[in-house]
């Protein structure tokens, strides 16, 4: 019997144990993601689009791992930053599929130097009904970057729930 190849979409109403499983080779039933609730995140339901050939640029993906999907709605403030000296460049909002409609920014826009984008994670659970502490122990999370070349695309996926989040340089 052949198995089936498992991609990330496979893993996600999993859980890290579900995951686990999935990927050893374990059985576990799982009819895929449920339902989402009015005001949930729901499923990603249309592939991302490619940015081959596409100019230098800074993209974001805002993932919620709390709900294992992208996180729509999420609000999300850029800066430039000196020092400790913070110069506002834009804020945008995130789309269904967790990015926002374009770039945070493109072409001659990217400049070499430092950056914080700062998330509204508190705001954004709030908006979605989950039950949290008051106040929330994440309120306003920055994340703090360099741009060393402002040739080329720097991604930044970020990966949050209430309790803590992590980023990196994607591709």
Wanted: proline letters at 10%; glycine letters at 12%.
């Amino acid at each position: 019997m052949e198995t089936p190849a498992l991609t990330r979409r496979h893993f996600a109403g999993l859980g890290l144990g579900g995951a686990a499983a999935a990927a050893s080779g374990g059985a576990l039933a799982q009819a895929g993601p449920a339902p989402a609730s009015p005001g949930q995140p729901g499923p990603l339901a249309a592939a991302p689009v490619s940015q081959a050939g596409l100019g230098p640029r800074l993209t974001l993906h805002a993932i919620d791992n709390f709900h294992g999907t992208p996180a729509a709605g999420m609000v999300c403030d850029l800066a430039w930053r000196e020092g400790d000296t913070l110069t506002p460049i834009k804020t945008v909002v995130t789309g269904a599929n967790g990015r926002p409609a374009e770039p945070l920014l493109a072409d001659a826009a990217l400049r070499v130097g430092q950056y914080e984008l700062l998330m509204h994670v508190a705001a954004y659970f709030a908006a979605r009904g989950v039950s949290l502490p008051s106040p929330n122990f994440l309120d306003r999370v920055p994340i703090r970057f360099r741009i060393r070349d402002a040739g080329q695309r720097h991604h930044l996926p970020v990966l949050f729930t209430p309790w803590g989040y992590s980023y990196y340089r994607g591709s």
